[in-house]
């Protein structure tokens, strides 16, 4: 450690502003969507098993609900555009815009160069939730996903039902690649249902058990076509570990929900971003 300077505590006043002001972001129809989910009805569904992950595909307009089903389960999200991989959610940018975690209104946004809205959230039964005593919060945009290559590097072991993995493992089926293939395609996550926060004292990553219980549910609309992989984690509630053999692990299930034809008139898919790539070159 150093030695304080004699202006440290004046340093340490120096009050904070955002880093990306939203006030000029384009807003949701939120009583649009809310309109159109009122009359929406479920088309499809994906039962996703524990420590396994499952694909889905959604077209833009349409809603996707996740479910707790039968007891206290989180879940790994990954989005990509349906039409072109590379496109594919991009966690950072979301929590660089909308903070650490997500909560109604709020927009999944794409990796560059198109950065446009993926996804928006408009239902959550876990909004109640807000703040708790430990500083936590459900839904973050800030835990990458549970891994096999961390685990290696922790403790030594070759475990394969982590959600990196059972992402890999989905989309290498849903599209007919290879593993490494697939793997480069899968990305940091939408950590569904998981209580999460940073301690007070290290700023460490931590968890405690999610509030969900059967019957909570997330709805998000799609805003363009998309496939979506989502991973029942082998943590179960994350209450004790995230990479487990043994803790209480539950199924969640993925219902497509489809509004009816004149219910989201004037509505329409949001263009790629508009910066030309120039790049000053």
């Known amino acids: 450690m150093t030695s304080e300077p004699r202006d440290a505590t004046d340093r340490?006043?120096?009050?904070?502003?955002?880093?990306?002001?939203?006030?000029?972001?384009?807003?949701?129809?939120?009583?649009?969507?809310?309109?159109?989910?009122?009359?929406?009805?479920?088309t499809d569904m994906v039962r996703v098993e524990p420590r396994e992950a499952g694909c889905f595909t959604v077209p833009a307009g349409s809603f996707f609900r996740i479910r707790s089903v039968e007891g206290p389960q989180v879940g790994d999200l990954n989005l990509w555009s349906a039409a072109e991989l590379s496109e594919r959610f991009y966690s950072g940018k979301t929590r660089a815009l909308h903070g650490t975690h997500v909560g109604l209104g709020d927009r999944l946004w794409s990796s560059f160069p198109t950065l446009r809205p993926m996804a928006t959230l408009v239902e959550d039964s876990l909004s109640w939730y807000g703040q708790d005593a430990y500083g936590c919060r459900v839904h973050d945009v800030i835990g990458t996903r549970c891994d096999p290559y961390t685990g290696n590097l922790l403790s030594g072991?070759?475990?394969?039902?982590?959600?990196?993995?059972?992402?890999?493992?989905?989309?290498?089926?849903?599209?007919?690649?290879?593993?490494?293939?697939?793997?480069?395609?899968?990305?940091?996550?939408?950590?569904?249902?998981?209580?999460?926060?940073?301690?007070?004292?290290?700023?460490?990553?931590?968890?405690?058990?999610?509030?969900?219980r059967p019957g909570d549910h997330l709805t998000l609309f799609a805003e363009?076509?998309?496939?979506?992989?989502?991973?029942?984690?082998?943590?179960?509630?994350?209450?004790?570990?995230?990479?487990?053999?043994?803790?209480?692990?539950?199924?969640?299930?993925?219902?497509?929900?489809?509004p009816d034809d004149d219910a989201l008139s004037g509505w329409m898919p949001p263009a790629p971003n508009g910066y030309d790539r120039s790049h000053g070159v």
């Open 224 to 258: 363009i076509d998309l496939l979506g992989a989502l991973s029942a984690c082998p943590g179960g509630d994350c209450g004790a570990e995230h990479t487990s053999d043994v803790a209480p692990c539950f199924p969640l299930e993925v219902d497509i929900l489809t």
């Open 157 to 212: 072991t070759q475990y394969d039902n982590c959600c990196h993995s059972n992402l890999v493992r989905a989309l290498a089926s849903e599209r007919e690649l290879s593993p490494d293939v697939a793997e480069a395609h899968v990305h940091d996550v939408l950590n569904v249902f998981m209580c999460t926060g940073f301690s007070r004292d290290t700023g460490q990553y931590i968890m405690k058990a999610s509030p969900v």
């Open 12 to 42: 340490r006043e120096i009050a904070p502003v955002i880093c990306y002001p939203t006030d000029d972001l384009p807003q949701p129809d939120m009583a649009l969507y809310a309109s159109a989910l009122a009359g929406a009805t479920v």
